[in-house]
């Protein structure tokens, strides 16, 4: 995931999408930045190949992504399939949360990402 390998304007992309995180992704970043959840390193907003995901860790290869209600609209899901079909066959777990699921309970998002981690 170095920087010569991601296209100067997908880096800026991804670092213009730090200023504008939901409620929930502000939520979960809070419990994960800084590696304060159990030690795992996880960055937000990362560009992988043609996406970027909202938070990754590499040495795990797992991705978290916390998606709002658009993504249960069909043409939302066929993209959601193939972006997790491009990063899954690129080496990445990919664990889907809804934004419902963050704001009401998480420490059950946290458990299942340690799990994941493990």
């Known amino acids: 995931m170095g920087h010569d390998l991601v296209p100067r304007r997908q880096r800026k992309n991804a670092k213009a999408m730090h200023h504008v995180m939901t409620e929930a992704e502000l939520k979960l970043w809070n419990e994960l930045r800084a590696h304060r959840l159990l ?5 937000r907003q990362v560009p992988i190949g043609p996406y970027i995901v909202d938070f990754a860790c590499s040495s795990h290869h797992l ?6 209600s658009q993504h249960a609209r069909a043409e939302q899901a066929e993209h ?13 777990t990919i664990l889907r949360f809804w934004n419902d699921d963050v704001l009401r309970d998480i420490d059950n998002v946290c458990h299942h990402i340690v799990i994941s981690a493990g």
């Open 39 to 43: 030690g795992l390193g996880l960055r």
């Open 63 to 68: 991705i978290v992504e916390v998606d709002g």
């Open 80 to 92: 959601d399939l193939a972006r997790s079909t491009y990063l899954q066959a690129s080496g990445w």
